[in-house]
């Protein structure tokens, strides 16, 4: 596996520099704060969108799964990087960089692993809303292999995880009921959903 990550990341790193403009673009969509933002959101914006009561009230299930999901797979990186510490690539190799140097492991890839626990959790309530959200998860996973600061494997790992949580916290959530609907009625009575 690690001939094949390593081949991967240095074929796209090896365009970095090559166009300026992608460059540019990428340092903006792979930061710590743009796609974090946009997909927050996205997400508060679901919570307040249906049709119908029905609908909304399935956003925000979804919303809210999303969320705990987040919260989850972030502690269960936490975790796994107390036990497995993994040098990010820039380390190992001698690679042109469009971020600056992360000190913590590599392995899995927090970023990946919110952006699709928030991504599976959107998916629930809007299959639209979370294919897009897929879609830039996977853009700005590939856009940090491509700068250099995480393997491929990394962010496979962090993607799985992020899916893995939400199949958990919606399973948390079938089986807490019907404490997430009272919930919702509250939170509807004083105006937060």
């Known amino acids: ?90 380390v190992d190799h001698d690679l042109p960089l469009l971020f600056y140097r992360p000190t913590d492991s590599s392995f899995p890839a927090n970023p990946t692993a919110l952006a699709f626990a928030a991504a599976s959790g959107a998916w ?20 940090r292999v491509y700068a250099g600061v995480f393997y491929p494997s990394d962010v496979i790992a962090g993607g799985l995880l992020g899916i893995a949580s939400t199949a958990f916290m919606t399973m948390i959530f079938r089986l807490g009921e019907p404490i997430p609907t009272i919930a919702l009625r509250i939170m509807r009575r004083i105006r937060l959903a």
């Open 1 to 90: 596996m690690t001939r094949v990550d390593e081949t991967v990341l240095l074929w796209l790193n090896q365009w970095v520099g090559f166009l300026p403009w992608v460059d540019a673009a990428l340092k903006v969509l792979i930061s710590d704060y743009f796609m974090p933002v946009l997909f927050s959101i996205t997400l508060l914006g679901l919570w307040f969108t249906g049709l119908t009561r029905q609908l909304r009230e399935i956003n925000q299930r979804a919303v809210w799964i999303a969320a705990s999901s987040m919260g989850l797979v972030n502690a269960w990186v936490t975790v796994m990087n107390a036990h497995i510490f993994r040098f990010r690539p820039f």
């Open 124 to 143: 629930l309530g809007n299959k639209k809303v979370g294919g897009i959200l897929f879609a830039l998860g996977t853009l700005y996973s590939a856009g």
